[in-house]
């Protein structure tokens, strides 16, 4: 079956998800009957694209890593210089996909893009952290009330399982408590500054360099990303109503080459770690560098990794471990929503 796709942000992220729904286009039809029609593009800097009867991903994405602009893609009848919302209304799109850059404190302008579609009949898949973080309830009560779904599978481990996870391998389970490393960049300046005594700044320039950071790496080392990650975790899986003001928070930006120097002498090692766990039906969450003994599962999880531990009542402690970020990782979490928004449709 066919379905109208439209993407809002032509970045990184919306890039690999073009190139693996591309790469996959022969299993999609043939394994799950989906056949992704890509009616428009829109991107605050790079411009926009609308046409009926799709865009040819390949020589789109070819045109646009070449640094062209959106709009001077030639497809004949196709229109363009529309924003951003003129795009969302004008399409007929069945899917918007939803790869603006993330503003953890206002969630704009991702949050107002989500409404806007959900209000035109579109599902959503999104990798934005901000909008899930400050407006979940209001979105999924959107999404119902459209009759639409609203999926953000990637917000937390990028392509690493999560809320999958949860909904189909571990339903019926009580989640009590939830805890992890949830931010790649701080993970792997620890372990760079542990194992190789690279100093600080030099771990943060490499990590920015090698595409992990933020674009404003703050959000990494005072640990407003894992921050944000905790909040999402402790509304979607603890039923929690917290905001990003009720969760205690520390970053890295004190620790010294010397502390984790004293910490290894004594058998232990630094991660920043986010937890959060349900106390007589309030929820007490945190981010904060921890010191933990060499023998616990998250001491071992070096460079741009992230853990997350689930304690449940039924299958005790489960973690899931893998990429947090990254262009295809991100890209994937991306593509499985869409996937599985058609199979629910
Ligand atoms: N800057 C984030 C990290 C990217 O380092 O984990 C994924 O949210």
Same mark, same amino acid.
């Given at each position: ?50 046409? &009926? *009867?799709? !865009?040819?991903?390949?020589?789109? +994405?070819?045109?646009? /890593? #070449?640094?062209?602009?959106? @709009? ?128 600080? &700044? *030099?771990? !943060?320039?490499?990590?920015?360099? +090698?595409?992990?950071? /933020? #674009?404003?790496?703050?959000? @990494? ?125």
């Amino acid at each position: 079956m066919k379905r109208r796709i439209i993407m809002i942000g032509c970045g990184v992220v919306g890039q690999g998800f073009l190139r693996i729904m591309d790469d996959k286009k022969q299993l999609l039809s043939s394994k799950y009957g989906f056949e992704p029609v890509l009616v428009a593009v829109a991107d605050k800097l790079k411009g926009s694209i609308m046409t &009926e *009867d799709g !865009l040819d991903i390949p020589t789109f +994405l070819e045109h646009v /890593e #070449a640094g062209n602009s959106i @709009d001077s893609f030639q497809v004949e009848g196709a229109i363009t210089g529309l924003d951003s919302m003129e795009t969302i209304r004008q399409a007929n799109a069945d899917i918007m996909v939803e790869v603006t850059y993330t503003d953890i404190k206002t969630g704009e302008p991702a949050a107002t893009h989500i409404r806007e579609a959900l209000k035109t009949g579109e599902s959503v898949a999104t990798t934005n952290k901000g909008p899930v973080t400050l407006h979940f309830d209001e979105l999924c009560r959107m999404a119902e009330e459209n009759n639409v779904l609203f999926r953000f599978e990637g917000v937390v481990l990028s392509g690493t399982p999560v809320f999958d996870l949860l909904e189909y391998c571990l339903a019926l389970n009580d989640i009590k408590e939830i805890e992890g490393i949830l931010n790649g960049t701080t993970n792997f300046m620890l372990t760079k500054m542990e194992e190789e005594n690279m100093p600080y &700044e *030099d771990a !943060l320039a490499l990590a920015q360099k +090698l595409g992990y950071a /933020e #674009a404003d790496p703050t959000a @990494d080392v005072e640990g407003y990303d894992a921050l944000a990650k905790i909040v999402i975790l402790s509304n979607v899986v603890l039923g929690g109503n917290i905001r990003p003001e009720d969760v205690e928070r520390v970053g890295i930006s004190g620790i010294t080459i010397e502390d984790i120097r004293k910490a290894k002498e004594e058998g232990k090692r630094y991660k920043l770690i986010a937890s959060t766990r349900k106390e007589e039906g309030k929820i007490v969450a945190s981010v904060k560098p921890e010191k933990l003994s060499l023998n616990d599962p998250l001491a071992g999880v070096g460079g741009a990794v992230n853990a997350l531990t689930f304690k449940t009542d039924l299958s005790g402690d489960i973690t899931v471990q893998g990429a947090g970020a990254g262009k295809i990782e991100t890209g994937f979490a991306i593509m499985i929503d869409v996937l599985n928004i058609h199979r629910e449709m």
